[in-house]
């Protein structure tokens, strides 16, 4: 039993390592959503390839003030809430099955 824990534990450490990973991805494309930058630059097309998947289901929702898009900061608190969760049950069947957490 003691190698499913350790098999969620080290699951729950590879969910919270990429949500954190899509946390900065995120914020670096604000970040250059503040700026002319040319949108086909090799990083600018890596950003949006990467974080409009995880956004795309926000912008169906009107999360617009005026010019201000609030979609990026309903996906930080979604993608909070989602790795809250899943890191929970992950580290809560690892001390299930007998392996503590360390993270």
Known sequence: MFVFGEFFR?????VNGVC???YWLLFARIVI???????YHNIVQFLFQVTEPIMAPFRRV?????MLDLTPLVTFIA???????LVGL?????????????Y
């Open 62 to 66: 009107p999360l617009q003030i005026g």
């Open 90 to 102: 992950l580290i809560g069947l690892a001390q299930k099955f007998g392996t503590a957490p360390a």
């Open 33 to 39: 959503s503040w700026f002319p930058v040319d949108p």
């Open 79 to 85: 993608l909070f809430f989602v790795r809250n969760v």
């Open 10 to 14: 080290a699951l729950a450490l590879l």
């Open 20 to 22: 954190q990973i899509i």
